[in-house]
């Protein structure tokens, strides 16, 4: 007799009202490497968390995107407002470095706002207008940030 004619009963014990054996879930390290000791049947599975909680709404933005069949171009600094802060820097004799170290920011995001690369940041782009003293957001982009000096 050959391996191939071998049965092999899994859950062998009857139990009272019907069904399988009854399955008992090891919860621990050592439950699990006795289970195997003992050649019983094993099944290790990883169970992961929802990824889409109610207070992350960056998961619920990202399936928004893509389900969407257009593609959407990041938006991106206005050049007028990159000719703004160039100017206004300029004005102040400041340098991008200043500048930068003057916001808390790296040099190259400086350099990458007044390029016209950067995606707008309202939160850096107040930094920036106090500390230039140019408006940078809405309406007068390169005005003066308190009105024309009396």
């Known amino acids: 007799m050959s391996d191939w004619d071998n049965v092999t009963i899994i859950g062998s014990k009857a139990r009272v009202g019907g069904g399988g054996p009854r399955a008992n879930v090891a919860k621990s390290q050592s439950q699990i490497n006795a289970a195997r000791r003992t050649g019983s049947v094993l099944s290790v599975d990883k169970k992961y968390g929802s990824t889409n909680r109610t207070n992350d709404t960056e998961g619920q933005r990202l399936t928004k995107i893509d389900r969407s069949d257009d593609i959407v171009a990041v938006k991106k600094v206005e050049a007028s407002v990159g000719k703004a802060i160039a100017k206004a820097r300029q004005e102040k004799k400041f340098s991008q470095k200043d500048l930068a170290t003057k916001v808390n920011e790296k040099p190259n995001v400086i350099n990458d706002y007044e390029a016209g690369r950067a995606q707008p ?30």
Do not use: T
């Open 121 to 150: 940041n309202q939160q850096l782009l107040g930094k920036l207008e106090r500390a230039l003293g140019v408006k940078l957001r809405g309406k007068n982009i390169g005005e003066p940030l308190f009105g024309p000096k009396k």
